[in-house]
């Protein structure tokens, strides 16, 4: 089955702890996403990546890190800096094409207490 | 500041009959358009998109865009309570931008 796999499905961690969420993609997309989703507010991009190897900063980057070493793999890592790190972390790749559509996979749900 | 705006609702309609969600975008340059469907506690499910002037029809759901008014809609035929979910429309602005709306929650009363 092709599709997008984010784990774990929910994490917490304590205040002052790096953590890193797993996104893999078997669609052979190029792009990959980064979103974050806080309770009414609409998706905010963290980074994102067009190719292996390169990746750009997105409107929240601060306190995030990222890595593309590989085409199928886009992990994220939530630092200490990151100041409200509690929130739905989403993972996207989209299709290189008309309308480069943009597909989700299920999400890491944070805590961090 | 690109932006997508759409109503947060919620939009109640009785089983069976249409709902017609909408947003309107910032940018005149977007181009592309995406509804997902989101369930409370689920990740975003791409349902339509589209890309030209007019309307995309697939099974119950038809996408309409027009570009001059810069406003985008969903309409969902039959509705079931089913389709209870939150509908989030975005806008592609750039080859890697995605503008996301916050929402219309959408109710379907059985």
């Known amino acids: 089955d092709g599709g997008i796999t984010q784990s774990p499905k929910y994490l917490f961690r304590k205040e002052g702890q790096n953590v890193t969420l797993s996104c893999e993609q078997n669609?052979?997309?190029?792009?990959m996403y980064w979103y974050r989703q806080d309770p009414g507010q609409g998706l905010r991009l963290i980074y994102y990546?067009?190719?292996?190897?390169?990746?750009q900063k997105g409107d929240i980057a601060e306190g995030y890190s990222v890595s593309r070493e590989k085409k199928e793999s886009f992990p994220l890592t939530v630092t200490s800096a990151q100041k409200n790190p509690t929130a739905f972390y989403l993972c996207?790749?989209?299709?290189?094409?008309?309308?480069?559509?943009?597909?989700f996979g299920p999400g890491t749900r944070l805590t961090v207490t | 500041q690109k932006e997508v705006e759409q109503n947060s609702g919620p939009l109640s309609v009785p089983e069976g009959a249409i709902a017609s969600l909408n947003c309107t975008y910032s940018d005149r340059g977007s181009q592309s358009f995406f509804w997902y469907r989101q369930y409370s506690g689920k990740s975003p499910e791409l349902i339509m998109f589209i890309y030209s002037n007019g309307d995309k029809e697939d099974g119950r759901f038809t996408a309409q865009l027009n570009k001059a008014s810069q406003y985008v809609s969903l309409l969902i035929r039959d509705s079931q309570p089913s389709d209870s979910a939150t509908y989030l429309c975005a806008a592609r602005s750039g080859t890697y931008k995605y503008i996301f709306g916050t929402g219309t929650r959408l109710k379907v009363l059985a």
């Open positions: 996207a790749s989209s299709i290189t094409g008309t309308a480069y559509e943009q597909y």
């Open positions: 990546s067009q190719i292996v190897n390169d990746f």
């Open positions: 669609l052979n997309h190029d792009a």
